[in-house]
Each structure stands twice: as C-alpha cells, then as structure tokens.
C-alpha cells in the first residue's frame, strides 16, 4: 500500500553508496577497466537495490533491507533457486547463451550466484517503489477466484510448464514465462498469499499494472547493462529474432512483465519450505 512520504528524510548510507557504485562502475567501464567489464551487470544490480531499498526507506520510514536484513538475504537465495528454474528450461529450449565468462569454474559460479541473486530483489523492490509514489492501494482483504477461473488457470499454467518437455523447440519459449504465473499464483492466493492474478481478476487493478510495470522496467536496465559489458548472454530465438533492442529481440521485451508475476509467485513457494519464521510478509 502507498505511504505517505517522509518530509526532510535523506536517503540512508547505504542508498549513497548504491548511487556511487552505479556511477563509479558507470565510469569505469567507459575507462575500459576489465574487471568492471567482467562483473559489470551484477555490479550494477547491486548499486541499484542499494539505491532503490535507501529510497524506499526514505519515503516509507522502513525497508526490507534496513529492517529485516535475514528476509533480503533469503530472497537473494531464493532469487538464485528461482532463476535456476529457467536456467533448466534454457537447457532444453536454447533461447540463450552466455559469452566471456570466466575460464575458471569456481569464479564462473560465483559470477551466477551474484548475478541471480539480484534478479528478484531488483523486480521486487522496483515495485515497491512504485507502489509507494504512485497512487492508489492494494485491496486489503485477499479476493477469491471463482472455481472455473481458478481450476482453469492452474491447468493452462501446468500445460505451459509441461509442453516444453514434451517439445523442446525455442518455439515454445513463451510458455515458459507464462506457467508459473498462471498455475502458481492462483494457488498462492488459494492459501491466502499475495495473488496478482486473483487481485486483477477480481477487479483490483493496480497491483499486475504495477509489477507489469516494475517488469518492463527491470527488463530495459537489464538489457541496457548487459549490452555494455564483455560477460553476457546472447538470444536465440525465431520470433523476430533479427529486429533487436540492444541484446534483446523486441518481442521478448513483452516476457519480463509476466516473469515478475511468476517470480514472485516462486519466491512465496519456495520461502514456505524454508524453516525460519517470516519477520514480514514482504509484498503481501
């Protein structure tokens, strides 16, 4: 829910140094400075949520990583366990590849981990500071899916996760970044989790407006960094594949809206299996 903002509040030290990395890293790399070139993306991502979490709190009075640093952590956990997921899917699907990785493996790991875990974090706190500047509030009690569209959902969703085994061609990519929305969501909602599917059919319209958004928004940074830095992916893909903003063909632009709805779906799954008290129902 939208906050009131904090009148004279400055941005916290660790929002400064979010700002400083961005454009330190910024300028290095224009230097040609290879390590920066390397590591660029995820040291862009990590000055980001810095600056995005200090401008959170400034505006709020509270943040999830000034006040409850175990519950960041763990979403940077799970943001590497729920990128793996799509990971796995590439395997099959080859809709990317990656280029100037390290040579040595163990640095190469470490090169995954960092990067992946910023991939939740980023989307997510983007939202959050969405939510808290433009108008309008969350619906304050959870909505309910009629059982047709609810049973109907969670089988289109499982039949989007399935047929990439069933047929592994770049064709059925799409699937993909639809499936976890559609049948994780729902269920979500079903044990009284945030649901951005049941909030938008039930007619409350903000909150899939303001992730789509944060999405889209994620999706440029995130193309924009990896166009600039020497260790990247490349995209194989059939739809469109030649017509390119930055790395990215321009339809799969329109994935990373509903990459942010299943990730976040992800995230409230994966988190209910872990054995450590919730300190707060992040997004919920």
């Given amino acids: 829910m939208a906050a009131a903002g904090r009148t004279g509040a400055r941005l916290p030290g660790y929002g400064v140094a979010g700002i400083v990395i961005l454009v330190v890293a910024g300028a290095l790399l224009v230097a040609g400075v290879s390590v920066i070139r390397m590591w660029f993306t995820p040291i862009?991502?990590?000055?980001?949520?810095?600056?995005?979490?200090?401008?959170?709190?400034?505006?709020?009075?509270?943040?999830?990583?000034?006040?409850?640093?175990?519950?960041?952590?763990?979403?940077?956990?799970?943001?590497?366990?729920?990128?793996?997921?799509?990971?796995?899917?590439?395997?099959?699907?080859?809709?990317?590849?990656?280029?100037?990785?390290?040579?040595?493996?163990?640095?190469?790991?470490?090169?995954?981990?960092?990067?992946?875990?910023?991939?939740?974090?980023?989307?997510?706190?983007?939202?959050?500071?969405?939510?808290?500047?433009?108008?309008?509030?969350?619906?304050?009690?959870?909505s309910r899916l009629p059982n047709a569209v609810f049973y109907g959902f969670v089988i289109f969703g499982a039949a989007c996760m399935v047929t990439p085994f069933v047929w592994?061609?770049?064709?059925?990519?799409?699937?993909?970044?639809?499936?976890?929305?559609?049948?994780?969501?729902?269920?979500?909602?079903?044990?009284?989790?945030?649901?951005?599917?049941?909030?938008?059919?039930?007619?409350?319209?903000?909150?899939?407006?303001?992730?789509?958004?944060?999405?889209a928004l994620c999706g440029i940074l995130w193309e924009f960094w990896n166009y600039w830095a020497v260790t990247k992916w490349h995209y194989d893909v059939p739809y469109f594949g030649h017509i390119k903003i930055f790395e990215m063909p321009v339809l799969g632009f329109l994935g990373f809206m509903p990459f942010a709805v299943e990730s976040y779906a992800i995230y409230i799954v994966i988190r209910k299996l872990i054995p450590i008290r919730r300190q707060v129902k992040y997004l919920g």
């Fill in 44 to 142: 862009m991502w990590t000055g980001y949520i810095l600056f995005m979490d200090g401008l959170i709190r400034r505006r709020r009075g509270t943040s999830l990583l000034s006040d409850h640093p175990l519950e960041f952590g763990l979403l940077c956990v799970i943001s590497v366990a729920s990128w793996t997921i799509f990971e796995g899917y590439n395997v099959m699907l080859k809709n990317w590849h990656y280029v100037g990785l390290p040579d040595n493996m163990i640095v190469r790991y470490i090169g995954y981990a960092w990067a992946f875990a910023t991939i939740s974090p980023g989307m997510f706190l983007t939202y959050e500071y969405l939510d808290c500047h433009l108008p309008g509030s969350s619906p304050k009690t959870p």
């Fill in 168 to 215: 592994s061609s770049t064709w059925m990519s799409p699937l993909v970044w639809m499936s976890f929305a559609f049948l994780i969501d729902p269920l979500n909602g079903r044990m009284g989790e945030r649901s951005f599917l049941t909030e938008f059919f039930t007619g409350h319209y903000r909150s899939m407006s303001l992730m789509f958004l944060a999405g």
